[in-house]
């Protein structure tokens, strides 16, 4: 939602996700970023890493930089 209300912030319309994927980590890869207690609370929590396909339009003579 943070990331589609960014682009929307940029003068975009219709701004729609058209394919989400969930993009999984390995608990090897994570401990070389994170000791054993920030993992347990990542994997516990519900963040992760996603690959988005995300379209929009934006209207002709719209030259805003909001948020960029």
Do not use: M
Not at 43 to 65: E, F, W
């Amino acid at each position: 939602d943070a990331y589609v209300n960014l682009i929307k912030s940029c003068g975009f319309l219709d701004v729609e996700i058209k394919k989400e994927r969930r993009i999984e980590l390995s608990d090897t890869l994570l401990l070389k970023y994170l000791n054993a207690e920030e993992l347990l609370a990542f994997r516990q929590s519900n963040a992760g890493l996603y690959s988005l396909t995300i379209t929009a339009h934006k209207p002709a003579g719209c030259r805003c930089v909001a948020g960029i």
